[in-house]
């Protein structure tokens, strides 16, 4: 069963503006990870963050997490035509080393 | 380079023709684990192992089977595709525990007719 839910499905911006994507998850966890897919390539990972930590930054990356609402959001400041990508939420389950994956977020950046 | 590699990358082939889609990863990885991508099915997860001779059933088993004799292969195995097996697999292999990233492969189209 489809632990993350991201929200929107897609999302169009143009390039220099943020982008925001959601996910939320039913289930207590250990972690969330986000990914981003390049049509039709493997998924690349982007940012863990634990079920302890509220934020947490990389690069242009910020992403939230709100254990009590089994939420998170991933923010890509000032985006950029290459951010054009799927990007999905995992959540990581409190043993072990699997991960249960949403449906993703299309995110298209117009130049 | 780390990598996980998979083979082949594109494949068409007809229903009841018995097919294995190989992975391999150089990292030392204890964990791998096969996925299907669908259209607005986003990625389910069909088998796993934790380690050399450990495998497990992921959400979608049914139809598949894996082996895992060695530590870095971890090969998907379709005794007798159907055409509802038409997707995109991926496979992944991480270090052991809930915390680590996963590294995922190119991924391999398989079509059944």
């Known amino acids: 069963s489809q632990q993350g839910e991201e929200d929107p499905q897609a999302l169009s911006i143009q390039e220099g503006e943020n982008a925001t994507m959601n996910c939320s998850y039913k289930?207590?966890?250990?972690?969330l990870q986000w990914y981003r897919q390049n049509s039709g390539r493997g998924l690349v990972h982007l940012i863990l963050?634990?079920?302890?930590?509220r934020e947490k930054h990389s690069g242009r990356l910020r992403v939230t997490l709100d254990t009590s609402k089994k939420s998170s959001s991933l923010l890509i400041t000032a985006s950029r035509a290459a951010d054009t990508a799927s990007y999905f939420c995992?959540?990581?389950?409190?043993?072990?080393?699997?991960?249960?994956f949403g449906e993703g977020t299309q995110l298209t950046v117009n130049p | 380079e780390a990598q996980v590699t998979q083979n082949p990358r594109y494949l068409i082939t007809v229903t009841g023709k018995k097919l294995t889609v190989t992975c391999s990863q150089n990292?030392?990885?204890?964990?791998m684990s096969w996925y299907r991508q669908d259209p607005g099915l986003g990625l389910r997860q069909i088998y796993y192992?934790?380690?050399?001779?450990?495998?497990d059933k992921g959400d979608v088993p049914e139809g598949y089977k894996v082996s895992r004799k060695e530590k870095r292969n971890f090969p998907l195995i379709l005794e007798s595709p159907s055409p509802n097996q038409t997707s995109l697999y991926f496979c992944?292999?991480?270090?052991?525990?809930?915390?680590?990233?996963?590294?995922f492969g190119p991924g391999t189209r398989l079509t059944v007719t």
């Open positions: 992944a292999s991480s270090s052991p525990g809930a915390v680590n990233e996963q590294y």
């Open positions: 289930t207590s966890i250990n972690n």
């Open positions: 963050i634990r079920s302890n930590e």
């Open positions: 995992a959540t990581g389950e409190t043993s072990g080393s699997r991960l249960t």
């Open positions: 990292m030392n990885h204890e964990y």
């Open positions: 192992s934790m380690n050399v001779e450990v495998t």
